[in-house]
């Protein structure tokens, strides 16, 4: 019985092969040629509220209770769904800097990182990857959507962002 | 993780939420003065002034919130005189005094008129709806829009229900409120609700009975008023309350509900423990750590006595990045503390969920969370005669009911966690299902409302469909019958 259990649902984590599996990753080649929302949501919740929030109809569903279907090509990677996902499960992957890679995640704490700021990068299991520049902030209803630069070899484990408090806050 | 907070438990600065408190009132605990601010309750004044006992047992065990909403009876407290006054709902006022009870307290004497003298009033009403939370709402406004004239109950001062302590956002689609955060679908409903002219709000006031031809008896605290009312339909949005847990230590102080630490936290705004442990990785104890994150507390790790997680696997993900640990196959094996909770012991279990010996370990914390579920709020309905059933899958006792929400008590109905455990959204789709039908039965089958209900009673069939919702259908199999006039499934 056990056995059946997808990892995910034991440990709180999802692996590469599971996002492959379940039709929720961007080809290397995609991933390659600029920014490209990833969905890392594998169950069946009735939610559709990603198909509504992207202005290019770039993600699908057959009913409420499917997963969402990602048109690689039609989505431009603009982050909108980033921070209107109510699951806090859409992120945002650009391979196409030749030195980097630029990863889109939400971010619902306080403080807000700044333009320019460096913040630990957090990977889906709270590890921390070192720091990376912040290049682009927005929000939408108290969710921002924080653009971090990254290793190239982590642009598929940062999944979080922490920004460590001053002192003098406290 | 550094905590937000400056000199009490008070949290002043929030990612989502902004507290927004009234003048400072002086008010006497045990004698001594103590400061609360207008609008918060004497349980949280008390609270954030470091008072973690609420009361003691007669042979003097301390006893500390735990459900923070009305339901249990661990922060009953003597108030003015006044014994067993939930500390919970009562707001701070300039002046009172406020003692704590130790075993059963004394009735006491009667001293002033407004203990002697409530004002009875009878009422009639088409609708009456009892509960203001996201079902209640949801079923007196729906009524109300056809014309139905509607009483809407709430024994909290304020409407909403468990919406306005949810600060994430709900699945969904969009046009039924996925997307917002629920304490936002508190606000929009709120505002139709009091621009609505044909529904009067009493809140403050408890339904405290249901008698001989379904006369309903309501107690208002607010205008010191006994209302007996007569009504041609009764809606039912009564809740639930959280499950406890038995373990060596679990009445200490600062073993408490994880709805009730989430109130605090978020309806109130204060912190209400900094390093915490939470019991059950159900989507409760998943949303409420990473909500305790959010406000600047530590959560130390989630135990989990299944093999999985219960919840959805997006909420889980969403507390692992801060590198918070689930720890599936465990369990809570006792909480230690010196009067209050300083730390546990969490163990593995095996496949037949016994503690493996040798597996132990300890956690220091200061806040253990129980996060294993809720049972539906029905003591009311069985007052009516209903039919009910014992159903696991939805939480334990429930009423029979039809799929327009009616119980075998025709024009009597149930929606909402009360009708078994579910969501803030199918309760509001339910209390739609339940405004509509009531509409029906005063005015006959106008066919714009007939037309609506089956819209949701679609919608509801869809988005029950999700695999992982398997529990719940089996659920509602076992309690859904044909007509109230019969109890045939």
Redesign the interface.
Known sequence: M?SE?PS???????TLEDLKKYGLLPPEERLKRGPVAIA??????????CV??CPSGAISME???ELPVIDWEKCTGCSLCVS?C????IFVVDLSPPDKALVTVPH???P?PQRGDEVIL??????RLGKGKVVRVYER???YAVTVEVPKEYAMEV??I?VE?EEK?? | M???T?KDRRIW????LEFKRGAPVKFYFEDKEMEGFEGETIAIALYANGIDVFSWTEEGRARGAFCMIGKCSSCFMIVDGIPNVRTCRETVKPGIRVYRQRGLPTVPEITSKSETHATQKEVETDVLVIGGGPGGLAAALKAAEYGLKVLLVEDHYKLGGQLVKQT???????DLF????GF?IAEIFEKKIRENPNITVLTETLAYGIFRDLLVGLASRKDDTIYKVKAQNIVMATGAHENYLAFPGNDLPGVMGAGGAQTIMNEYGLLPGENILTIGAGNVGLIVSYQL??AGANVKAIVEIM???GG?????????????P?L?RHTIKEVWGNGKVEGATIVKVDEKWTPIPGTERDIECDLVLVAVGLTPDTMLLAQAGVKMAWVPELGGLVPLRTKYNETTVPGVFIVGDASGIEEA?TAIVEGWIAGLTTVTRVKGEIKAAVEEREKYVKYLE????????SRTREGLKKVLIESPHTSER
Do not use: M
């Not at chain 1, 890392?40 to 509220?49: A, F, L, Q």
């Open positions: 056990s259990i995910f649902r034991v440990n709180g984590i999802i890392e949501c594998p169950e069946k919740i009735p939610c559709n509220i509504d929030a009913s409420i209770i209107l109510p699951g806090l499960a619902e704490f306080i807000v957090l990977s889906r299991e709270g590890k209803n108290k969710t999944r979080a922490w408090k806050n406290q | 550094p905590r937000y400056k600065k929030h990612p989502i994430h956002k709900f699945f969904g689609s969009k996925g997307g917002q955060r936002q994150l959010q093999p999985q997680i959805w696997f997006v909420h889980a993900a969403k507390i692992r990045r801060y590198g918070v689930i599936t959204t869809e988005y029950r469909k999700s695999p992982l919702l």
